[in-house]
């Protein structure tokens, strides 16, 4: 097992559990702006100190602004609302098809070729969407709620293709850094009158504790630790790992909450897992 991958499985799962037990105590909108704001500040105390600050070319900037537009203010806000009305285990196992919503938009776009495999994988992991989306009632997450998280994942998608041609460019926590600002729109749209409503006095220590995993573990050091991983193992063990992210959220939305997911919603997961796993492989053996 790779440690640095293990421990951003562990983080990124229990994220979702995280949100659920802040919300109660802040509203989304406030928890999308609070954690921007505090996120940027870390990742540009880390580029500070260790100098990553490189000069970004004039025609990549507007590229690197509107990723950030799509990645951290879009996602994030359809993410939130999402996860207000859906519980961990859901949320998780639909965020899992942002891997194949990119690969259908690139062949879309002709950025990628049509490969048989890939797009039955596709087909087979929206299938276990359907399932869970579809058993959201009765103490599970809502219709809604699912559809939401779906549609941050297409924004994720989206963003993924954008940042494409910057990969290798430039150092990827610089690049992420420089990207923030482009949020600063929706989130401000989103939450800037739930975040003038806050008052941090109300917030316990679990509503502290959850918001330190929500911005600095699951926003900075997990994606410090995917990327030590990443350069130790290669994309394709590193991409395998995040299939084990909706199996801990599940495993710990069922711990803290004592909530399961239905056994039609068993196989949505096993669809979703296997769907992407099959889509991934086949794209990384056609590229070889």
Same mark, same amino acid.
């Given at each position: 097992?790779?440690?640095?991958?293990?421990?951003? *499985?562990? #983080?990124?799962?229990?994220?979702?559990?995280?949100?659920?037990?802040?919300?109660? &105590?802040? &509203?989304?909108?406030?928890?999308?702006?609070?954690?921007?704001?505090?996120?940027?500040?870390?990742?540009?105390? #880390?580029?500070? @100190?260790?100098?990553?600050?490189? &000069?970004?070319?004039?025609? =990549?900037?507007?590229?690197?602004?509107?990723?950030?537009?799509?990645?951290? %203010?879009?996602?994030?806000?359809?993410?939130?609302?999402?996860?207000?009305?859906?519980?961990?285990?859901?949320?998780?196992?639909?965020?899992?098809?942002?891997?194949?919503?990119?690969?259908?938009?690139?062949?879309?776009?002709?950025? &990628?070729?049509?490969?048989?495999?890939?797009?039955?994988? $596709?087909?087979?992991?929206?299938?276990? +969407?359907?399932? *869970? +989306?579809?058993?959201?009632?009765?103490?599970?997450?809502?219709?809604? %709620? !699912? %559809?939401?998280?779906?549609?941050?994942?297409?924004?994720?998608? *989206?963003? $993924?293709? @954008?940042?494409?041609?910057?990969?290798?460019?430039? =150092?990827?926590?610089?690049?992420? $850094?420089?990207?923030?600002?482009?949020?600063?729109?929706?989130?401000?749209?989103? %939450?800037?009158?739930?975040?003038?409503?806050? =008052?941090?006095?109300?917030?316990?220590?679990?509503?502290?504790? !959850?918001?330190?995993?929500? @911005?600095?573990?699951?926003?900075?050091?997990?994606?410090?630790?995917?990327?030590?991983?990443?350069?130790?193992?290669?994309?394709? +063990?590193?991409? /395998?790992?995040?299939?084990? +992210?909706?199996?801990?959220?599940?495993?710990?939305?069922?711990?803290?909450?004592?909530?399961?997911?239905?056994?039609?919603?068993?196989?949505?997961?096993? /669809?979703?897992?296997?769907?992407?796993? $099959? /889509?991934?492989?086949?794209?990384?053996?056609?590229?070889?």
């Amino acid at each position: 097992l790779n440690g640095p991958l293990s421990l951003v *499985i562990l #983080i990124w799962g229990f994220n979702f559990v995280s949100l659920k037990l802040l919300y109660p &105590e802040m &509203e989304p909108g406030a928890v999308a702006v609070i954690r921007f704001t505090l996120m940027w500040a870390v990742l540009w105390s #880390i580029c500070l @100190v260790t100098r990553r600050i490189p &000069e970004i070319e004039r025609g =990549d900037r507007a590229r690197i602004f509107f990723a950030g537009f799509m990645s951290m %203010g879009m996602y994030m806000v359809l993410f939130l609302a999402g996860m207000a009305q859906t519980t961990p285990a859901e949320g998780a196992i639909v965020l899992a098809t942002a891997p194949v919503l990119t690969y259908v938009l690139a062949v879309a776009l002709k950025w &990628e070729q049509w490969i048989r495999a890939a797009m039955a994988g $596709t087909l087979v992991a929206f299938l276990g +969407v359907g399932l *869970i +989306v579809a058993a959201g009632t009765g103490g599970h997450g809502t219709p809604l %709620g !699912n %559809g939401l998280v779906l549609a941050s994942a297409v924004m994720w998608a *989206i963003s $993924t293709l @954008v940042m494409r041609p910057l990969v290798g460019k430039y =150092d990827p926590l610089a690049v992420l $850094t420089y990207s923030m600002p482009g949020a600063l729109p929706p989130l401000l749209v989103y %939450g800037g009158l739930a975040t003038a409503r806050f =008052d941090p006095a109300r917030l316990t220590w679990i509503g502290w504790a !959850n918001l330190a995993q929500v @911005v600095l573990f699951s926003g900075v050091i997990a994606f410090l630790a995917f990327y030590k991983g990443l350069n130790q193992v290669g994309p394709a +063990v590193a991409t /395998s790992y995040q299939f084990g +992210v909706p199996v801990m959220a599940a495993f710990f939305g069922w711990l803290v909450f004592g909530r399961a997911l239905a056994p039609i919603q068993w196989l949505g997961v096993v /669809s979703v897992i296997g769907g992407v796993a $099959t /889509s991934s492989w086949a794209r990384a053996r056609a590229a070889r």
